[in-house]
Nanobody, 119 residues
Framework: QVQLVESGGGLVQPGGSLRLSCAAS????????MGWYRQAPGKKRELVAT???????DYTDSVKGRFTISRDNAKSTVYLQMNSLKSEDTAVYYC?????????????WGQGTQVTVSS
């Protein structure tokens, strides 16, 4: 099992920045994808960004150019640098770990961290 603990959420003004962190522990494989998802009140959870073990990144269009996902494999930690934040970025942000090994899918989620963008 993999445990994920997010941190770094908080309240910021529009145009501000936040950096989220997610530390993974447990039975971590050497090839896996980590990502950030978010869920706003009354909305479905949506993908924000993902990063592979090799460092390839993907972003949803609404955050491209503003958010940057990165990872430190030695620390088993993934980060999300969020700049130029907008009110529509307000949501609970969840860290995700995903791996496929021996034909079995491993998918784990953190408990979430609140990000509020408001003046």
């Amino acid at each position: 099992q993999v445990q994920l603990v997010e941190s770094g959420g908080g309240l910021v003004q529009p145009g501000g920045s936040l950096r989220l962190s997610c530390a993974a522990s447990g039975s971590i494989f050497n090839i896996y994808t980590m990502g950030w998802y978010r869920q706003a009140p009354g909305k479905k959870r949506e993908l924000v960004a993902t990063i592979t073990s090799g460092g390839r990144t993907d972003y949803t269009d609404s955050v491209k150019g503003r958010f940057t996902i990165s990872r430190d494999n030695a620390k088993s930690t993934v980060y999300l640098q969020m700049n130029s934040l907008k009110s529509e970025d307000t949501a609970v942000y969840y860290c995700n770990y995903n791996a496929l090994r021996g034909g079995v899918r491993y998918d784990y989620w953190g408990q979430g961290t609140q990000v509020t963008v408001s003046s």
